[in-house]
């Protein structure tokens, strides 16, 4: 459960880093702060700050103590809101001086619906149709009592500000033309980044969600929807509680109405009537579910700002591309076409009049990837796990990553082949250094010769010992 990495580097003009807080900080009641972990952040914020690198810190990312999970039911308990609003609060305290951009939640939508509806990542609870709607509920409340703790008791003060950090894919009609895509289309949206944009920016659930959910708790017998609701208070308290729109986005879909048969089981899928796809002709660089599709990043972002969420200021957290498992090329030639790509219609939505403030990529080093473990590199940096000291390695990305920040963007088209070239260049170098890394392989003679060499001693010698007790004994 502890994560020591920081996850992500980024920028736009001033350099930014975003980081979640991985290392226990506080005792789940509360009644003791672990001060070596207040002392490793301090230390961390302190470094970033010296070399001109503003921290925009997530709270929450994957990581509930696991006592709140045995013993409450983690989100599914409404008083998870105040022990994370605790948390929150320690944080502030301590850290809230030097840092100024806070961000709630990491991919809430993720939490909700991996962990408490199809249980493919902690605490793999499958508790369909009802579980995520539930545990979206809470995070969303707390959320919102964290932005009104710190704009009531800390915000004079430190000058901050709290956001949230949805991640979504764009979702495009199959047919363009056929109105029933277009309102699936709608609805992936809204039961997707709407979830929660609807009740931070707009004070309640997306219309849509309540519609479907509603009918469909209905034709169930329920008497009530699925879908918890807030009070008109709550809706107040949530409104307008939100200072930033953090987005993380990597891939998109092409969606099209489908109709589930009733007595199919309530699930979050299907109460959206809908179907994915995918183009088999997108470049698909290593993960089977991220496909490279550019142009999904400008539409998103545009329809985010369409959705009246007032234009909000928004922190791309997250974007950046893994590779095949278990690879070690550094020459990570699909990563940067996959940065360019992105971060150009990233600049066209900017100009388009998306309020785009700040660009994070996904992510400084590879690091542990939820359920695929350290088998998915999204890293700029290759880190080496199976040695000892971790030893990183650039990417020929970072090479031309770093010169993207540097232009805050593309100068030419020659420029930005040289700066390719140059990558690669460097890359080849870095190679040579991965392979000849005596650790590696020092590790691996362990594991291939002297391991099996020590098992056989040690079978060898027991015998011997046996033989040596049934003698004296006979
Ligand atoms: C919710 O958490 C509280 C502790 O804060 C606990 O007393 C209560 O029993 C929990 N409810 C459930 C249903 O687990």
Redesign the pocket.
Known sequence: TKRFYPHSIGNVREGCVHFSFCLELMTPAGEHVNEKGIRFYNDLIDKLLDNKITPMVTLYHWDLPQVLQEK??GW????MVDYFNDFASLCFERFGDRVKHWMTFNNPWSVAVEGYETGEHAPGLKLKGTGAYRAAHHLIKAHAKVWHTYDMKWKSKQKGLVGISLTADWGEPVDTSNQEDIRAAERYFQFYLGWYAGPLFHGDYPQVMKEYIGRKSGQQGLGASRLPVFSAQEKTYIRGACDFLGLGHFTTRYITQKNYPSGLGDSYFVDRDLAELVDPKWPDPGSEWLYSVPWGFRRFLNYVKVQSYGNPMIYVTENGVPEKKYCTDLCDAWRMQYYKDYINEMLKAVRDGVNVKAYTAWSLLDSFEWDEGYSQRFGLFFVDFSSKNKPRYPKASVQFYKRIISSNGFPNQREMESWKRKAEEACFSSNQLLAADPLRGHKEMVSEIVVPTVCTLCVLLSAIFFMFLLRRRL
Request: no cysteine; charged share 0%.
């Open positions: 409450y039911g599914q308990n409404v008083s």
